[in-house]
């Protein structure tokens, strides 16, 4: 049912600013790179940077 009404686009949502840092962190984040993701954290490689995983982006196939 709140997948009809929307609900669950505005708790994605509110999941996502949560997730970044709170509402100026999130503003701050999307002039420099433009989109906000989140997801769980799986990795961290020797240089410090952090790999995370979310499975509801969809990436696109190629089919030969």
Known sequence: MAKYLGIDRIYNFWRTIKASGGILNSLRLTFR?????DGTLVGVD???????????????????
């Open 33 to 37: 790179v433009d989109e906000l993701r």
């Open 46 to 64: 020797k240089y410090g940077n952090k790999y995370y995983e979310n499975n509801e982006y969809i990436f696109n196939e190629q089919y030969n």
